[in-house]
């Protein structure tokens, strides 16, 4: 079974800052796909950036960023020159194999201040 | 069409009423995923569908629950004898998966159901 961990509690960044975002996952299988999802107070669900568990290289797109350590079963979320429109809440989410389900996170809210 | 589409967006019930929610997903995709959001939290699996499998219904909550989805492409979820706390926003997702899943899903704006 997957399982995602967000356990930062309401994260706080002034603008124009960076960000870390922690997210951990437990599978013990060795081809997964790791997405982070963005959610702003208007309730859409954006997706950010992808991450392929045999990817040599962390994923980016634009300012979002991902520190993949495998070895840590981590993958967090580096958002760089925070703005005030990044202050929604982000889901870190996970499938394994072609044909299981996507799994989410508890999510993490961020604020960022002006 | 272009996106995920659900209806209703907003649906207020009475408790003990049935209700139905609809969602369209993206033409050919072959995945569809049902999850309940209540405010504030995390998303909650309740279905998946993938292809001619059998759906994975393990995160239905209750034998209240249930969803189909006709023909490979709409998918209808049915709560019966609805209660308070099944008050929640429903999100449908879709995903195109070609071999190894890395495709992103692209998920509705949601239904909001309301059991007064």
């Known amino acids: 079974a997957q399982k995602i961990t967000q356990t930062q509690p309401g994260m706080f960044v002034q603008e124009k800052e960076a960000v870390t975002l922690d997210c951990t996952y437990d599978t013990s299988d060795p081809s997964y796909g790791l997405f982070w999802y963005k959610q702003p107070s208007s309730g859409e669900m954006i997706f950010l950036i992808y991450?392929?568990?045999?990817?040599?290289q962390n994923a980016t797109e634009g300012r979002y960023s991902l520190n993949f350590q495998k070895a840590r079963k981590s993958a967090n979320l580096v958002i760089s020159a925070s703005q005030l429109g990044d202050s929604a809440m982000y889901f870190c989410?996970?499938?394994?194999?072609?044909?299981?389900?996507?799994?989410f996170g508890k999510g993490i809210t961020l604020s960022v201040r002006p | 069409g272009a996106g995920v589409s659900q209806s209703p967006s907003n649906k207020v019930t009475e408790k003990g009423k049935d209700v139905e929610l609809r969602c369209d997903p993206i033409s050919g995709h072959t995945a569809l995923y049902w999850y309940r959001q209540s405010l504030g939290q995390g998303l909650e699996f309740l279905i998946y569908f993938q292809g001619n499998s059998a759906p994975d219904k393990s995160g239905l909550p209750s034998d209240r629950f249930s969803a189909e989805r006709t023909g490979g492409s709409v998918s209808t979820l049915t709560i019966q004898r609805t209660q308070q706390e099944d008050s929640a926003v429903y999100l449908c997702?879709?995903?195109?998966?070609?071999?190894?899943?890395?495709?992103?899903?692209?998920f509705g704006q949601g239904t909001r159901l309301t059991v007064v």
């Open positions: 991450q392929g568990s045999y990817d040599q």
């Open positions: 989410a996970t499938r394994t194999g072609a044909n299981s389900k996507l799994t």
């Open positions: 997702a879709s995903t195109a998966q070609t071999g190894f899943g890395s495709k992103e899903a692209f």
